[in-house]
């Protein structure tokens, strides 16, 4: 099977979803609309298929491509036009690596657009996120280990996309850039703490593709003013 060319590869921008949050159509049509590259709809906890189902349907309303990230079995909704599958790095638990992603596709591996999904090593770097204490995330790394870990991602493993996740809080760039730097294949996501444009600057200068998600609860207008941030920084190695 020949895979198609990844349709995230060309991301600078993309505004991420949770189904169990409430999103009004005014505020879904701003982001909708707002010139991102994408929306990503994903969540630690209380995704279902019917949540996710919903939210989709009216982001489908819009023309931004629409991704999914597959956090449970329930959540796996037909029609998206990606699907990432997260691969926690950073934790000693198993299941989060290998040990749920065996159990899905024990049932549903015939049935997987393998053309439209890709692998995400995720790096859980605040361990008072949500996603850190559901994992068991070690999430205070020293730089070296950081390393260690994009190596295992980016050169073993040859994961498409390595995620570095702060989840709460505005991250290390300088650790971001490094990753980034180290990278041959992967592409870095970063998300984390975003929530106004100048922080939006300092993480399209560091990572490959900014991730903004709670500033869309939080401050729409702070959230949609990182659009235009990223898109004014070319990256560079």
């Known amino acids: 099977m020949e895979l198609q060319s990844a349709i995230y590869e060309h991301w600078r921008h993309a505004f991420k979803l949770d189904p169990e949050r409430e999103i009004s159509d005014e505020r ?10 994408a929306v ?11 949540n996710t189902v919903d939210l989709m349907s009216r982001i489908r309303r819009y023309e931004v491509p629409c991704a999914l990230e597959v956090s449970s079995e329930e959540a796996a909704v037909p029609g998206f036009d990606h699907y990432f599958v997260p ?7 198993a299941e989060w690596m290998a040990g749920r992603q065996i159990g899905a596709l024990r049932k549903f591996g015939a049935f997987i657009p393998w053309e439209i999904t890709s692998a995400e090593g995720y790096l859980i770097l605040n361990g008072e996120a949500e996603a850190a204490k559901l994992t068991g995330a070690r999430a205070s790394l020293d730089a070296e280990t950081v390393t260690a870990h994009i190596y295992l991602a980016d050169k073993l493993m040859r994961l498409p996309i390595v ?40 993480a399209a200068e560091a990572a490959h593709t900014v991730i903004v998600g709670n500033a869309i609860y939080d401050d729409l207008e702070a959230a949609l003013s990182t659009v235009a941030a990223v898109v004014e920084v070319p990256f560079g190695r």
């Open 28 to 37: 879904l049509d701003a982001v909708c609309m707002s010139g991102t590259d």
């Open 40 to 50: 990503i709809v994903g969540g630690t906890t209380g995704v279902t298929f019917d």
């Open 87 to 93: 691969l926690v790095l950073n934790t000693d638990r």
């Open 163 to 202: 995620y570095m996740e702060y989840s709460g809080i505005f991250g290390d760039m300088a650790l971001v850039k490094r990753a980034s730097r180290l990278v041959s294949g992967a592409r870095v996501f970063y998300g984390g703490g975003i929530d106004n444009a100048d922080k939006a600057r300092q």
